[in-house]
């Protein structure tokens, strides 16, 4: 699967933090809705909302095979004293450079070695991982807990 | 690092290591199952003085150890010691030397088979334990704020994201493209329909003959011909029509 897509909302998220908008979306797909919730977890976005291209679903609407194509997530993002939570925002794993992390690298990740060229993982940031064997998309400290072993996404930043 | 038996931690000497009793496999359990993709594809290519398959082990049980090692006395053997007292000393301590590393010989082998199954116990015991824990850091459940906080997008995960067409709704929308498609080719037939009338009813004017052409030459010069006369009828009749006449004598300049 193509990590373009992701790397798009990347972009998207860190460019729109930095015009201060509330809310904004993203094409809806299963990925996406992973990151948004584990975002949503970690305290980086305020609100997931699934909605088409016109805004957030008043009532809720069943995607079919009609709709698909306007069906868009809604996400509220969260500011703190002016600024905006998120900071930075990128891809870790890119098409031309797959990052797929054993267990043990995924430990000292975890532990804040750096591993490869990831860099350790700093306070108030968050990695992404996508598990080799359910497919779902993780946090790296969850992924260390369980003995995971997966390809490192994004990593995202809070001020 | 001293010299001497420093080396070895100031012992006075080093016990050469222990000599393993069960060289060979000891039971067919040991022997792992022969895989399908081993060896070479094709016996031709298998080089000289190799096999295409591993050798294949020979298992020495316990029982054939101590057969070989330490039979059994033979008929002889056990008279000569059933009469021990009546052999020469030397020889009495001979049997009886015999007899007693024959005995250490069947208690060894016998406790190292048990000492290896116990071993393998414990291993295979370790070796399901890390599994099972490896299995339990792997099926840990979620933390309470997890499991808590997002179960409508937990729910929309396993499911599939977009729902596919009923057979009914399927059934709809074929028919809805096959009206489509009759709708676009019947406009399509009338259009074309419309132009073959069109040039049917204009046909009428067409010269297709050669009579035709004359009787249209000769029209359309009969017909400028009477223009023509009937143009100059008129200019003459309003000519005349004037009174006075104009006077053709051109103006005097200021």
């Not at chain 2, 299995?135 to 729910?155: Q, V, Y």
């Not at chain 2, 017909?223 to 005349?240: C, F, G, K």
């Amino acid at each position: 699967m193509s990590l373009v897509a992701l790397g798009h909302v990347c972009a998207h998220l860190q460019n729109v933090t930095r015009v201060n908008l509330g809310l904004t979306s993203v094409p809806l797909t299963k990925l996406h809705l992973e990151l948004a919730a584990n975002l949503y977890q970690e305290g980086f976005i305020s609100s997931i909302q699934r909605g088409d291209i016109q805004g957030p679903d008043a009532i809720p609407v069943e995607i079919t095979p009609d709709n698909v194509s306007t069906r868009r997530l809604w996400l509220g993002l969260k500011y703190r004293n002016g600024h905006s939570v998120i900071k930075n925002m990128h891809l870790v794993s890119k098409p031309s450079r797959r990052m797929n992390l054993d267990e043990e690298e995924i430990k000292a990740l975890a532990m804040g070695r750096q591993v490869r060229i990831i860099s350790p993982l700093q306070p108030a940031e968050a990695m992404f991982v996508r598990d080799n064997r359910t497919k779902k998309l993780v946090e790296l400290r969850t992924a260390a807990r369980k003995n995971m072993s997966g390809e490192v996404l994004c990593r995202v930043s809070a001020q | 690092m001293g010299k001497g038996n420093l080396k070895f931690g100031g012992k006075s000497g080093v016990l050469p290591p222990t000599r393993i009793i069960f060289k060979q496999p000891y039971k067919q359990a040991q022997i792992p199952a022969r895989v399908a993709e081993e060896g070479y594809a094709d016996d031709r290519f298998v080089p000289k003085h190799t096999s295409a398959w591993p050798k294949e082990k020979k298992i020495v049980s316990v029982d054939e150890k101590i057969q070989k090692y330490a039979p059994a006395n033979g008929a002889a053997k056990a008279a000569k010691l059933a009469n021990l007292h009546s052999l020469p000393e030397h020889e009495q301590w001979k049997l009886k030397n015999t007899e007693v590393r024959k005995e250490y010989y069947r208690h060894a082998v016998k406790e190292e088979f048990s000492k290896l199954e116990r071993e393998e116990k414990i291993a295979a015991h370790k070796q399901k334990r890390v599994e099972q824990l490896k299995l339990n850091k792997e099926n840990s459940e979620d933390s309470p704020a997890a499991l808590l906080t997002l179960p409508t997008i937990d729910n929309i995960l396993n499911q599939p994201l977009m729902r596919q067409r009923t057979a009914a709704e399927n059934a709809t929308l074929k028919a809805k493209r096959e009206a489509n498609r009759l709708h676009h080719n019947l406009q399509t037939a009338e259009y074309r329909a419309q132009k073959l009338l069109r040039l049917y009813n204009s046909s009428d004017s067409f010269i297709v003959t050669a009579e035709d052409l004359d009787l249209a030459i000769n029209k359309a010069f009969e017909e400028d011909a009477n223009l023509v006369s009937n143009l100059t009828h008129s200019i003459n009749s309003r000519l005349n029509a004037l009174n006075p006449p104009i006077s053709m004598t051109p103006c005097r300049a200021i």
